[in-house]
T-cell receptor, first 111, second 111 residues
Framework: QKEVEQDPGPLSVPEGAIVSLNCTYSNSAFQYFMWYRQYSRKGPELLMYTYSSGNKEDGRFTAQVDKSSKYISLFIRDSQPSDSATYLCAMSEGNAGKSTFGDGTTLTVKP | DTAVSQTPKYLVTQMGNDKSIKCEQNLGHDTMYWYKQDSKKFLKIMFSYNNKELIINETVPNRFSPKSPDKAHLNLHINSLELGDSAVYFC??????????FGQGTRLTVV
């Protein structure tokens, strides 16, 4: 069993839709929870990170962490075609910078 | 200025050859990484260096050898290339355990 499982996708939504991307994990020692966005043929770039449980909002993006359920989510409101990319969740215990990534969910937002 | 730059961007080579990928970061970060992303977009850490010292070495064949001449550079040398080594290799750097900055990737194709 993988340490981090991510909803596989692909996901296709109309412009303006609310998107929910989700990951579950098994390692209780994870403390830092990140979401990366990767455009085609580019490197991943950090969207948001959260320490421990709770919510964090940044513009149209909201990250949620529920450590009791070992479940994290990324919500995208008013989705735009420019949001079309692969989204990767990542988690870290906070030691030596090692992050474990989910498999990624490819999102397409249609105009 | 590119924060994390890696060369070459594309590499096509025959089985059995030896090749190197170079990485440089100008962010002043102490920690650098090599990740491998397979065709299914799964991103897996290979190595992590902190201040030129190897701190993470995941289960990677001995044919892969990282070298860090200084903390701004982390190169990856691969001996006796195999078909299964075909993937995109990403270099990354970080200051903290949360945010990693990725290069654009090197798409390696072994024929």
């Amino acid at each position: 069993q993988k340490e981090v499982e991510q909803d596989p996708g692909p996901l296709s939504v109309p412009e303006g839709a609310i998107v929910s991307l989700n990951c579950t994990y098994s390692n209780s020692a994870f403390q830092y929870f990140m979401w990366y966005r990767q455009y085609s043929r580019k490197g991943p770039e950090l969207l948001m990170y959260t320490y421990s449980s709770g919510n964090k909002e940044d513009g149209r993006f909201t990250a949620q962490v529920d450590k009791s359920s070992k479940y994290i989510s990324l919500f995208i409101r008013d989705s735009q075609p420019s949001d079309s990319a692969t989204y990767l969740c990542a988690m870290s215990e906070g030691n030596a910078g090692k992050s474990t990534f989910g498999d990624g969910t490819t999102l397409t937002v249609k105009p | 200025d590119t924060a994390v730059s890696q060369t070459p961007k594309y590499l096509v080579t025959q089985m059995g050859n030896d090749k190197s990928i170079k990485c440089e970061q100008n962010l002043g970060h102490d920690t650098m990484y090599w990740y491998k992303q397979d065709s299914k977009k799964f991103l897996k850490i290979m190595f992590s260096y902190n201040n030129k010292e190897l701190i993470i070495n995941e289960t990677v064949p001995n044919r892969f050898s990282p070298k860090s001449p200084d903390k701004a550079h982390l190169n990856l040398h691969i001996n006796s290339l195999e078909l299964g080594d075909s993937a995109v290799y990403f270099c990354a750097s970080s200051l903290t355990d949360t945010e990693a900055f990725f290069g654009q990737g090197t798409r390696l194709t072994v024929v």
